[in-house]
């Protein structure tokens, strides 16, 4: 089932439209109770994905990050099951229906897509491949534990404020799982901004679903120092940390 909230996709198995309760968040314990929160750090993965400014060597190194993460959250995940990547050539995104004129990733189904384009190709840098790659990743995280699907069902008063804020905790907590996935794999990350500033495509950029950027950093940075997934549980956080 696909559905669209505010032009791009809710990253997880089912995407979600952006429903939400006035906070605090009470009487839903799959989001803030969520048995992935008492998992313990993720294990260490030796990921030597390198890549090249050729299709070939892009396309390998982003089955590469895939198969690591898979490895990384497989025993954090209660059901995991392997994610696989389908490379695609339309612009189209499958999710929020935009057309992205450059790379992107994005849960659409039970695949994660890619669709590899100059930008990603031929950039001798992996950073935006790597941020964009992780970030799509939350979608397995949030949809394979309930999370996206609590989410997707929450009452709500329709008030424009209300559902910002629910929205904010729900991909800042996607922000704080990206930082979780890239301490596993081993990546080194001084310029949290850098990392967040890949993770969408332009097209996205006027959107507001994410937060503040400050908090931005802040969710990531918590995910990536604790290495853990109950240090993203954005659903019991203050208001003003998810602004």
């Given at each position: 089932?696909?559905?669209?909230?505010?032009?791009?996709?809710?990253?997880?198995?089912?995407?979600?439209?952006?429903?939400?309760?006035?906070?605090?968040?009470?009487?839903?314990?799959?989001?803030?109770?969520?048995?992935?929160?008492?998992?313990?750090?993720?294990?260490?993965?030796?990921?030597?994905?390198?890549?090249?400014?050729?299709?070939?060597?892009?396309?390998?190194?982003?089955?590469?990050?895939?198969?690591?993460?898979?490895?990384?959250?497989?025993?954090?995940?209660?059901?995991?099951?392997?994610?696989k990547v389908r490379f695609k050539q339309d612009e189209q995104a499958c999710a929020s229906g935009n057309d992205i004129a450059g790379s992107y990733a994005e849960i659409c189904s039970r695949s994660l897509d890619v669709r590899l384009a100059d930008?990603?190709?031929?950039?001798?840098?992996?950073?935006?491949?790597?941020?964009?790659?992780?970030?799509?990743?939350?979608?397995?995280?949030?949809?394979?534990?309930?999370?996206?699907?609590?989410?997707?069902?929450?009452?709500?008063?329709?008030?424009?404020?209300?559902?910002?804020?629910?929205?904010?905790?729900?991909?800042?907590?996607?922000?704080?799982?990206?930082?979780?996935?890239?301490?596993?794999?081993?990546?080194?990350?001084?310029?949290?901004?850098?990392?967040?500033?890949?993770?969408?495509?332009?097209?996205?950029?006027?959107?507001?679903?994410?937060?503040?950027?400050?908090?931005?950093?802040y969710w990531m940075k918590k995910g990536y120092q604790s290495g853990r997934p109950g240090a993203c549980n954005t659903w019991t956080a203050p208001a003003a940390k998810v602004a």
């Amino acid at each position: 089932m696909i559905m669209k909230l505010a032009g791009v996709a809710v990253a997880a198995f089912v995407l979600f439209a952006g429903p939400a309760q006035a906070a605090p968040v009470k009487g839903q314990p799959t989001l803030t109770d969520n048995a992935v929160y008492k998992k313990p750090a993720l294990k260490k993965v030796s990921c030597k994905a390198v890549k090249g400014t050729t299709k070939a060597s892009a396309e390998k190194y982003v089955k590469k990050i895939v198969s690591c993460l898979n490895t990384a959250w497989k025993g954090t995940i209660n059901g995991f099951q392997p994610v696989k990547v389908r490379f695609k050539q339309d612009e189209q995104a499958c999710a929020s229906g935009n057309d992205i004129a450059g790379s992107y990733a994005e849960i659409c189904s039970r695949s994660l897509d890619v669709r590899l384009a100059d930008d990603w190709i031929k950039a001798k840098s992996d950073t935006k491949v790597f941020a964009a790659l992780i970030r799509a990743w939350n979608g397995v995280v949030q949809g394979m534990t309930g999370i996206g699907a609590a989410y997707s069902a929450m009452p709500n008063d329709r008030s424009g404020e209300d559902i910002a804020e629910q929205t904010h905790r729900y991909f800042l907590q996607g922000d704080c799982f990206a930082g979780v996935s890239a301490k596993s794999l081993g990546r080194k990350v001084t310029d949290f901004k850098q990392v967040i500033s890949g993770m969408e495509p332009p097209e996205y950029s006027y959107l507001k679903h994410n937060g503040k950027p400050a908090n931005r950093v802040y969710w990531m940075k918590k995910g990536y120092q604790s290495g853990r997934p109950g240090a993203c549980n954005t659903w019991t956080a203050p208001a003003a940390k998810v602004a």
